[in-house]
């Protein structure tokens, strides 16, 4: 059972650019999420998936971020139009089913710098 | 609105010591809470978790937590430190479908 994988691990990127991250969650896994988080401060939520269905957004995505998971595998996440303020680090989390007290796995992570 | 509120976001102790790294949590209804560890470039690692089953909380790596719902604090222990406890710990709370995570506890062993 191989864990949550991210990539790439690290993107550096100029303002104004647009770039894509990959989240592939442990097999099976029903629940897909992302966080971003930043230095000095813990994982923030951004958006979550049910299978295919993306049920919640949070305020911190603005439309300049969208998230899919097509098939309710894999998930990618996109900024467009970068700004620097949108470095940081971005986790992707799995559960197996949802429930409250489910445990999330978590990815390594991708790192994005914004120059 | 669920959250959680670290002491201090940093934390020494010397090798062999206690370890206490603090957690006060705020929720409206009965709260699931977590402890997730962090190391250098890697992902989050789930301690333990309290789910309402028992009070006292035992984790991976000789970790434990006590949920006290008059202090409504979940406090996270370790008898003896060692080096490699070193990392950065989150407590976290659920929120209906997501969690709520704290800004961390920087915990530092000093030989």
């Known amino acids: 059972d191989t864990g949550v994988s991210q990539d790439p691990r690290h993107k550096i990127t100029k303002r104004g650019q647009n770039v894509t991250f990959r989240c592939d969650p442990i097999?099976?896994?029903?629940?897909l999420y992302w966080y971003r988080q930043t230095l000095g401060q813990g994982p923030e939520f951004l958006t979550y998936f049910q299978n295919e269905a993306q049920l919640e957004k949070s305020r911190l995505l603005s439309d300049r971020f969208s998230a899919e998971r097509p098939k309710g595998s894999f998930s990618t996440l996109e900024i467009q139009r970068t700004e620097q303020g949108d470095s940081a680090m971005y986790l992707c989390?799995?559960?197996?089913?949802?429930?409250?007290?489910?445990?999330?796995?978590f990815g390594p992570g991708t790192r994005l710098t914004v120059l | 609105a669920q959250s959680v509120t670290q002491l201090g976001s940093h934390v020494s102790v010397s090798e062999g010591a206690l370890v206490l790294l603090r957690c006060n949590y705020s929720?409206?209804?009965?709260?699931?809470l977590f402890w997730y560890v962090q190391y250098p470039n890697q992902g989050l690692q789930l301690l333990l978790k309290?789910?309402?089953?028992?009070?006292l909380v035992k984790g991976i790596n000789g970790f434990e937590a006590e949920f006290k719902k008059s202090e409504t604090s979940f406090h996270l222990t370790k008898p003896s430190a060692h080096m490699s406890d070193a990392a950065e710990y989150f407590c976290?709370?659920?929120?209906?479908?997501?969690?709520?995570f704290g800004k961390g506890t920087r915990l530092h062993i000093l030989p």
């Open positions: 929720s409206s209804v009965p709260p699931y």
């Open positions: 097999s099976e896994h029903n629940r």
């Open positions: 309290y789910t309402s089953a028992a009070t």
């Open positions: 989390a799995s559960s197996r089913r949802g429930e409250a007290f489910d445990e999330q796995f």
């Open positions: 976290a709370v659920s929120d209906r479908d997501k969690i709520i």
